[in-house]
């Protein structure tokens, strides 16, 4: 039995309100969120050996301003057009290794992020005319075409919601709460998350277990919460991609074995 280990564990002071992943690249973009001083920074990591390119970028805009979408090595963030509202304003192109500002447009909206490059459009003109957009300059490229700017896939694939009867004869360490667990099959592992109460409080755990119902990894990703939390991890491209305490990324390369 070969144990699984993190070849990416990546401690934030704050909590990560959001994770991206650069499909065409190799970047995993984190936006962290101090909510008591309303200040959003930015970090970017390489997904495929953990090196960090920059962490705890802030912009001029130090609060009312998030991820977009990232692309080919850059990251896009929008600003939001009030504190009260969730409509986006404008659009910031960040350079993934170097946090630099490659450019900025206050009067563009994302639209989507086709296999071509982001399709924005102008917030001031009306009817709405979607453009393709060069990511690296900002330039206009070419007028939208659905045909051929179709979405981009992100091979993110997520757990389902299962009975517990579902495992059958794999013997969970803990008892889950409700009887439910989120559950994926990748590789030769079978991948568990679950909640369980104790000491009048929930507990949310996941479990790596190999073709033969062996613990591979398992961890305690939050203690002491009041309500279940949402599914607890993610898998890109043979990595597995979680957060502990909401404030740690962590990585694990599930490409090691095959069916």
């Known amino acids: 039995m070969t144990k699984l280990l993190p070849y990416i564990k990546h401690q934030c ?14 970047f995993i973009f984190l936006e962290i969120r101090d909510t008591a001083s309303k200040q959003v920074s930015f970090t970017s990591i390489d997904l495929n050996n953990g090196r960090v390119h920059f962490k705890d970028l802030s912009m001029p805009e130090r609060w009312l301003t998030g991820i977009e979408a990232a692309y080919d090595g850059v990251l896009l963030i929008h600003n939001y057009q009030s504190e009260n509202g969730p409509v986006h304003k404008g659009l910031t192109a960040i350079d993934g290794i170097t946090g630099r500002a490659l450019w900025g447009n206050y009067t563009l909206a994302f639209d989507q992020l086709s296999v071509n490059g982001p399709v924005v459009y ?3 003109v009306q009817p709405k005319r979607l453009m393709l957009t060069d990511i690296k300059t900002g330039a206009t490229l070419r007028a939208y075409e659905p045909v051929i700017d179709t979405l981009l896939n992100n091979h993110i694939k997520t757990a389902q919601l299962l009975p517990a009867s579902f495992l059958g004869t794999i013997e969970l360490p803990a008892k889950p709460y409700g009887n439910t667990v989120h559950y994926m099959e990748h590789n030769s592992y ?3 998350s679950l909640h369980t ?3 009048g409080q929930l507990e949310q755990h996941l479990y790596i277990f190999d073709n033969e119902g062996n613990i ?7 203690a002491g919460i009041q309500k279940l939390q949402p599914e607890a991890f993610v898998v890109h491209k043979n990595k597995l991609i979680y957060l502990k305490n909401r404030s ?4 694990l390369n599930l490409q090691n074995t095959v069916l």
């Open 122 to 124: 102008n917030a001031q």
């Open 248 to 251: 740690e990324l962590i990585v």
């Open 190 to 192: 079978r991948i568990v």
């Open 197 to 199: 109460f104790l000491a």
């Open 216 to 222: 591979v990894h398992c961890d305690l990703l939050q």
């Open 13 to 26: 002071n704050l909590p990560i309100w959001r994770l991206e992943i650069d499909e065409t690249g190799s």
